[in-house]
Nanobody, 125 residues
Framework: QVQLVESGGGLVQTGGSLRLSCAPS????????IAWFRQAPGKEREFVAA????????YYADSVKGRFTASRDVGKKTVYLQMNSLRPEDTAVYYC??????????????????WGQGTQVTVSS
């Protein structure tokens, strides 16, 4: 069972920044794609960003492109989501997830069997 430990959420004002961290267990960091999803109250879980296994390609939702940056630290085996220029509509619980989806399915939550506990991000206006 893959475990993912997330951290870094919090409360920030509009325009502020936060960095989320996700540490996958075992060899998951090297063998799985790591993605970020978010879920706001009353809404479906939506794709935010994904780093393909091996760190070769990174994908973003249009709503966060240019503001969010996904990255990974090989030495620390940790994946990050740097979130800048935050907006109230970014408020959600953010989840880190791991899986081995093909490129055409990596934006779908159903492609990922393992999920972190989620971390709350709140952006005040």
């Amino acid at each position: 069972q893959v475990q993912l430990v997330e951290s870094g959420g919090g409360l920030v004002q509009t325009g502020g920044s936060l960095r989320l961290s996700c540490a996958p267990s075992g060899r998951t960091f090297n063998t799985h794609s790591i993605a970020w999803f978010r879920q706001a109250p009353g809404k479906e879980r939506e794709f935010v960003a994904a780093i393909k296994a091996g760190g070769g390609n990174i994908y973003y939702a249009d709503s966060v492109k240019g503001r969010f940056t996904a990255s990974r630290d090989v030495g620390k085996k940790t994946v990050y989501l740097q979130m800048n220029s935050l907006r109230p509509e970014d408020t959600a619980v953010y989840y880190c997830t791991a899986g081995t989806p093909i490129t055409s399915t990596l934006r779908y939550a159903s492609s990922y069997p393992s999920w972190g506990q989620g971390t709350q991000v709140t952006v005040s206006s």
